[in-house]
């Protein structure tokens, strides 16, 4: 008996107190998303990147990456649910297709996608990595690319730099120039619509990854250089400028501070833009439509609060003129584990960060999950995981965000790679 009220009081102390249990009910709002698997056999390890966009036939568009040997955009239709192949890189570049994997081969379409107003779509393929200790093989350099989906033809428009891959293009179609970033090196490229010909205003210029041209109220190039300044092209008067970039004498980043390359959209008058960097949830808004030696920065402050902040392809300026950026950070809810990845709004009008809530598939069965005929996990079925409730939410790492014209959000995440619909009335 004795030793019965031993055990009692001693499983009763602090020192022994049993774990609590999760709360029944999640302790945020859930950005409810209806899930579709991008297109299988177009992607090898269930991924792909910032390559998303709506067309002007309302279509989704969703670049893939086939390691080692290919990479498509694929064309989703939101009626319907079916989805097709609208760029085979190979096909539409001349390329053979590999027997098996090399590094030499066009395995990515990394790129934004970038819809003109003549409603073309511009995208550029890159290199994928080494696959395996044999694959010694040189890559030639990427490629771009255009897609009409009016005439449903794909063109090449030719390797902007030799052994380079292309990270982003940006057609202005009324001067007639695509401007290009290149990887590794990060060159910033010109292609000239009527000559035919690339040219670098500056070939000692280099941008900090995953750089993005954007075109001011002016008709100016602008870009983000390597140590965060900003490169501006005036193709009228062939003049290239490099600007500080700071906000109340600070500046934005530097090149090793660690907090990842810059991701910025522009507002529909082309004369602001939004701009944070991929590990820091501060945001920045810059006065593009400012002459002078100094452009105008404002540090916004926080889009959310948290630790480990994870933001990649996925700032935009909406088709609502509102901010929107996923978010992950660490799960410190008690409600599960791993990351969460939060949807967030910075209204410009009201000056306010509105957390909307954690990304939750509305429909779980749109990836079998179940083990392979080996009893193992999938390979590549790792970045979604289930929270107390059973939702299923992605952990490891998204992609890209859109707002189409009807106020609905696309996004991606990898492993599998999914396609993820967030319908306006289901945003509270």
Request: with cysteine; charged share 25%; aromatic share 10%.
């Amino acid at each position: 008996m004795q030793f019965s009220l031993f055990l009692i009081a001693l499983f009763a102390s602090p020192a022994f107190a049993q774990p609590k249990e999760p709360p029944a009910k999640a302790p945020f709002p859930y950005v409810w998303a209806t899930a579709y698997h991008v297109l299988p056999g177009t992607h090898t390890d269930e991924s792909g990147y910032f390559s998303l966009c709506e067309g002007h036939n309302g279509k989704i568009y969703v670049g893939t990456a086939a390691y080692g040997f290919n990479a498509y955009l694929v064309e989703f239709d939101p009626k319907t649910g079916k989805q097709r192949i609208v760029i085979d890189v190979n096909k539409v570049c001349g390329i053979q297709t590999p027997t098996k994997p090399t590094y030499a081969a066009q395995s990515k379409i990394h790129t934004r996608n970038f819809v003109g107003p003549s409603g073309k779509i511009y995208v550029g393929s890159k290199q994928g990595y080494r696959r395996g200790k044999d694959d010694t093989a040189d890559y030639p350099g990427g490629y771009i690319m255009v897609y009409d989906p009016e005439t449903d033809k794909a063109e090449n428009l030719g390797m902007p730099l030799k052994g380079e891959g292309v990270n982003d293009v940006t057609a202005d179609e009324k001067t007639g120039l695509i401007y290009i970033v290149t990887c590794e090196e990060h060159h910033w490229v010109i292609y000239d619509m009527k000559t035919k010909k690339f040219h670098e205003p500056d070939p000692k210029l280099r941008l900090t990854p995953y750089a993005q041209t954007l075109i001011d109220s002016k008709g100016r190039a602008v870009v983000v250089t390597r140590d965060f300044r900003l490169a501006r092209f005036d193709p009228v008067a062939k003049k290239l400028e490099v600007l500080p970039f700071a906000s109340d004498g600070k500046a934005v980043g530097k090149a090793d501070d660690k907090l990842g390359p810059a991701c910025w959209a522009i507002t529909s008058d082309a004369k602001t833009a939004f701009l944070i960097r991929m590990s820091d949830s501060r945001l920045f808004r810059i006065d593009l439509a400012a002459d002078g030696a100094k452009l105008p920065v404002a540090d916004l402050g926080r889009m959310i609060e948290g630790k480990n902040f994870d933001s990649r392809g996925s700032l935009i300026v909406g088709t609502d003129g509102k901010v929107h950026a996923l978010m992950r950070i660490d799960n410190e809810t008690g409600f599960g584990k791993g990351y969460l990845h939060h949807l967030v709004t910075h209204d410009p009008a009201t000056k306010k960060m509105i957390d909307r809530g954690v990304l939750g598939v509305k429909n779980p069965d749109w990836f079998d999950f179940s083990p392979g005929k080996d009893g193992k996990p999938k390979p590549w079925s790792h970045g979604f995981h289930k929270l107390p409730d059973g939702t299923y939410t992605p952990l490891h790492v998204h992609m890209a965000l859109i707002q189409t014209k009807a106020g609905d959000f696309y996004a991606t995440s990898i492993y599998p790679f999914t396609l993820l619909k967030i319908e306006k009335k289901d945003l509270k």
